[in-house]
């Protein structure tokens, strides 16, 4: 694996949507990497992609040894060679690409006019005192520049950090991580959901491609990155290798919320369409996501706001009342 840093989004929905297009007209895969241009953020790594691939090294492990894939893209695509064509991989990391790089440059523009008015507060709230001598320049700077690079470094770290957790590279602190993501109020359930998601998407696929439940399950568990949930859902083979149905093994996972899974796996086990019913469930879950995101984003925005104003309350409550004027015998003192 890689320890490049995963590719730009855009980028990846750029690789996947050739990928789909070239599967989609029947390209055979050598011509199809051998016409892959992503610009030159990726020109290195698809050139070692087609030197691994030219050595007969299978796709998807050529594009993660070559920084191309991130591990979970990696993951699910050998699941969908396994399964048999990629094309609907391809379309679905595409589309999911694309539309979470659409989210976050919306989230960016939303948020840069809370951040620009931060700035600036930071800057006018001490200018008053650095006027009348109460400060030194070095105090403003102290008070103006320190703050600002706080939030720079704070908002660096949280980026490489999620970086890091989407590459799926393995490190002593990633089971600690992922208990701390599946704690947190509203991104945690957020988080456990999709990677429920991505295990019912994958497994849809690949029981529509032929394979048993038996040799779907552990395939399909490949695609999940957070190891808490990957071992709650660890305990299905073992069920449903010990005689139970599918539906009675979801219904004993103890992270994973199973209230509607359930309902769906259990109508398409009665009905002999799991498969299809699997990947309604994984296509209700997507827009559901879809819809929490949006209202994150529509929200966020206003609540920096709300933070940015209350914080220029308490620093004008806290200031320093300004000098009064002498009193008259004081101002007669001076002129005697």
Request: aromatic share 6%; with cysteine; proline share 6%.
């Amino acid at each position: 694996m890689s320890r490049l840093p995963p590719l730009p989004l855009l980028v990846r929905a750029q690789l996947f949507h050739h990928l789909a297009a070239m599967e989609k007209a029947g390209m055979p895969a050598d011509r199809s990497f051998a016409l892959l241009d992503l610009g030159p953020a990726a020109r290195e790594r698809v050139v070692a992609f087609r030197r691994l691939f030219a050595r007969g090294i299978e796709p998807a492990t050529a594009g993660a040894n070559s920084g191309l894939f991130t591990l979970f893209e990696t993951r699910l695509l050998r699941a969908a060679f396994s399964a048999g064509s990629p094309l609907p991989t391809y379309q679905r990391l595409a589309a999911s690409h694309a539309t979470r790089a659409s989210q976050l440059a919306t989230l960016r523009s939303r948020l840069m006019l809370p951040a620009a008015t931060l700035a600036i507060a930071l800057f006018v709230q001490p200018l008053p005192r650095l006027v009348s001598g109460a400060i030194s320049t070095g105090g403003y700077a102290l008070r103006t520049i320190v703050p600002l690079a706080a939030i720079g470094m704070l908002a660096w770290l949280a980026t490489g950090f999620t970086s890091w957790f989407a590459s799926g590279a393995a490190a002593p602190g990633r089971q600690a991580a992922a208990s701390a993501l599946l704690a947190l109020p509203l991104f945690g359930k957020l988080h456990l959901r999709r990677n429920a998601r991505d295990f019912c998407e994958s497994l849809a696929l690949l029981l529509q491609a032929g394979l048993s439940l038996f040799e779907a399950l552990p395939i399909a568990l490949d695609t999940v990155d957070n190891h808490l949930v990957r071992a709650d859902l660890a305990t299905l083979l073992p069920a449903v290798q010990a005689g139970a149905t599918l539906s009675q093994a979801i219904g004993k996972l103890r992270v994973v919320d199973t209230r509607q899974l359930f309902a769906f796996i259990h109508t398409g086990e009665e009905s002999g369409t799991l498969a299809e019913m699997l990947m309604r469930h994984a296509d209700a879950e997507s827009e559901g996501l879809a819809l929490a995101q949006g209202e994150i984003m529509t929200w966020l925005p206003r609540i920096l706001y709300g933070l940015v104003a209350i914080w220029m309350a308490v620093q004008l409550l806290a200031a320093p009342p300004p000098l009064r004027d002498l009193d008259v015998g004081s101002r007669a003192t001076i002129v005697i």
